[in-house]
């Protein structure tokens, strides 16, 4: 059975990149294919469990490709798939708003 989708467009959106997690995973993953620790690792404060747990909903989503090496110890890489990419502009458009919400608040002493 399919999942109900939002009507909205915008609650679609969320949906599917709508926690802090997320974002930090496709900002990382807009860079290139990244395995598992150094996902982790760029991520600071996410645990291996939360991880992992966004990493299997981006994939289900289909904004992410999980490929595993037969090799010992394994190997787990992540790349965002086309949809995955299509996300970049709004990312760079929350850079763009952060920094200048930044400025401002420095400039007014905030």
Known sequence: MAKELPACPVEMTLQLMGNRWKVLIIRDLLEGTKRFGELKKS???????????????????????????A????RVDYTLTETGY???PILNSMVEWGTSYKVKLNSDGL
């Not at 996410?46 to 989503?61: A, D, G, H, P, Y």
């Not at 090799?71 to 394994?74: G, I, K, S």
């Open 71 to 74: 090799e010992v110890p394994p």
């Open 43 to 69: 991520i600071g404060s996410i645990t291996q469990k939360v991880l992992t747990q966004n990493l299997r909903e981006m994939e289900e989503s289909g904004l992410v490709i999980r490929k595993v090496y």
């Open 86 to 88: 299509s996300l970049r």
